[in-house]
């Protein structure tokens, strides 16, 4: 048996709001969900699994319409989904409203159940939220029920006040489904994964975003073979937030740094979302402009902490006696990072006056 297991789609989120590129993110997760859905369709999946929060918030049931849809172009895969704490069933919720397709089974209740699907010899277990918060260890109370065939958990959490669980709980299943941690992360090597989420969805989901692809094979039910099972993450996301570290020395000017800027960005991808670092020594009368920077590609932040490169010893032995010389002493024998700071900005505000 082959399946896909995703988690964490959030239809309906527009990420990095406020920035040029905000609105076209939102039509790129709905295109990205179209891209697994046609992979389990090419690749003849025979089980899609979706560890919660599909949704980025309650579903209206004009999109729960279009997912149907979408789902009812792989008639031959079982879809098996579970309401995240983003898209919490409430009692009137739309996903609770709409006739799902034949291939389409769905969690419904907060109470733990099990689905059987008898084609695939598989038993599926799981829940929905009903609250955006649960702080019940609810997933510690659900175990295989020893019965012929391959047993999955769907599980979404895994912190605190997002129903608390350890790697304990796949004690006994061939495979748990995890979802809510947006960067994938393998638990239990082959059996237990977050899968991430689909798209990038803040600036701090570094790294490739996909789905895990995974094949199940043996049983008892097949002439007495042990159960082996494959799995390996597929990256998937149509852009990504790449950090891009820029060193500065005393030589470098304003568009300098926009030239090295610029060319990083062509050779990375347009089309990423970059997070710049200045680091490194720049000549004291120079202070860099942001605003110009933001305006060569899809920059979402930008973080200078690039420092005046003063030649300390020449300017204590100048400084002798003055403010600024005995503020440099105060610093002698303090290594640390947070005081080197202190000395170059304490520095660079009793200069000032002289440059």
Same mark, same amino acid.
């Given at each position: ?14 990420? %990095? ?32 699994? *979706? ?46 409203? @709409? ?7 769905? &969690? ?25 918060? *649960? ?16 047993? *999955? ?51 701090? %989901? ?9 094949? @199940? ?28 570290? @820029?060193? @500065? ?31 490194? &020594?720049?000549?004291?009368?120079? /202070?860099? /402009? ?48 947070? /005081? ?16």
């Amino acid at each position: 048996m082959r399946f896909i297991h995703i988690a964490d789609v959030h239809l309906g989120a527009v990420p %990095d709001s406020g920035c040029p590129w905000s609105a076209s993110r939102e039509k790129e997760i709905w295109e990205t969900f179209q891209k697994v859905v046609g992979l389990v369709k090419k690749e003849k999946i025979d089980l899609l699994l *979706i560890a919660g929060d599909l949704f980025h918030r309650q579903p209206l049931l004009r999109q729960l319409r279009e997912i149907n849809y979408l789902f009812s172009e792989i008639p031959e895969t079982q879809v098996v989904w579970m309401a995240g704490n983003h898209d919490y069933m409430k009692e009137d919720s739309a996903y609770r409203k @709409i006739q799902w397709g034949e291939n389409v089974h769905g &969690f419904f209740s907060g109470q733990p159940e099990i689905l059987y699907l008898s084609r695939l010899h598989t038993w599926v277990y799981g829940l929905s939220y009903e609250q955006r918060e *649960i702080t019940e260890r609810l997933y510690d109370s659900i175990r295989p029920n020893g019965k012929p065939g391959y047993h *999955i958990l769907l599980a979404h959490g895994g912190d605190e006040k997002h129903i608390p669980f350890g790697k304990e709980i796949a004690g006994g299943f061939t495979y748990v489904a995890l979802g809510h941690i947006h960067k994938p992360q393998v638990i239990i090597p082959d059996r237990m994964a977050y899968a991430g989420s689909l798209e990038p969805l803040e600036k701090n %989901d570094v790294g490739p975003r996909g789905l895990i692809y995974g094949q @199940i094979t043996g049983g008892e039910w097949a002439g007495g073979v042990s159960v082996k099972i494959q799995t390996g993450f597929v990256p998937i996301a149509s852009r990504a937030y790449l950090p891009l570290e @820029i060193t @500065i020395h005393s030589a470098t000017t304003q568009l300098g740094l926009e030239q090295k800027i610029g060319e990083a960005i062509e050779q990375k991808g347009r089309k990423n979302i970059y997070l710049i670092h200045l680091k490194g &020594f720049r000549n004291p009368d120079m /202070e860099f /402009e942001k605003e110009p920077l933001y305006r060569l590609g899809n920059v979402v932040e930008i973080k200078d902490d690039t420092r005046p490169c003063y030649d300390l010893d020449k300017l204590k032995k100048q400084q002798e006696g003055t403010l600024i010389g005995e503020y440099i002493r105060s610093f002698d024998g303090k290594e640390g990072a947070v /005081e080197q700071k202190a000395l170059y900005y304490g520095l660079q505000a009793l200069m000032e006056p002289e440059l």
